[in-house]
C-alpha cells in the first residue's frame, strides 16, 4: 500500500443496511487469506480489530467504531447456534463477504479518530510532564 492511501473491505448485509468496514494494512497478506491460506493470521494484515460504519449514508464520511451490542445484532442476529459472536469473527464475516475499497488518507478516520479529544498532545499538563520543581 503506498503512502497516502487506505485500503478498506467494505461489506452491506442487505440492501436496506448499513456498510460496515474493516481496514485492512496488508493487502498482498490479505488476498493470500482471502484466496484460502487461513495459516496467516488476520493480525498479519488488519492493523486495527475494529468494525466501522460511516454516521451518514454509504462508506464515506466521518467513520465511527461500532458497539459490541451492533455487532451481535448486525451480524448474528437471533442466531442460536452461533457460539462465535466476537468482533473477530465479524471481522471474518466482512473479510470473506465484503469488496475492497481504496481510498485516500485525507478522506480516512486514521488522521483524526475522534477531534473531540483535542490536539492529538498525548503529554499531559503539570507533574507528568516535568514542568513542577
Not at 484466496?35 to 494484515?45: N, V
Amino acid at each position: 500500500m503506498s503512502a497516502g492511501t487506505a485500503t478498506a473491505v467494505v461489506y452491506k448485509p442487505n440492501e436496506h443496511e448499513d456498510e460496515y468496514m474493516v481496514f485492512v494494512d496488508d493487502v498482498a497478506e490479505y488476498q493470500r487469506w482471502l484466496e484460502g491460506d487461513k495459516s496467516i493470521a488476520l493480525a498479519r494484515f488488519i492493523g486495527q480489530f475494529a468494525i466501522f460504519k460511516s454516521a451518514t449514508s454509504g462508506h464515506t464520511g466521518s467513520l465511527g467504531e461500532i458497539s459490541k451490542q451492533e455487532i451481535e445484532n448486525v451480524f448474528f442476529g437471533d442466531a442460536k447456534n452461533v457460539k462465535d459472536k466476537s468482533v473477530e469473527a465479524a471481522i471474518v464475516l466482512i473479510l470473506e463477504n465484503g469488496k475492497v475499497h481504496k481510498g485516500d488518507l485525507a478522506h480516512n478516520y486514521k488522521l483524526n479518530l475522534n477531534p473531540a479529544r483535542g490536539g492529538g498532545d498525548t503529554h499531559g499538563t503539570g507533574a507528568s510532564r516535568g514542568s513542577h520543581r
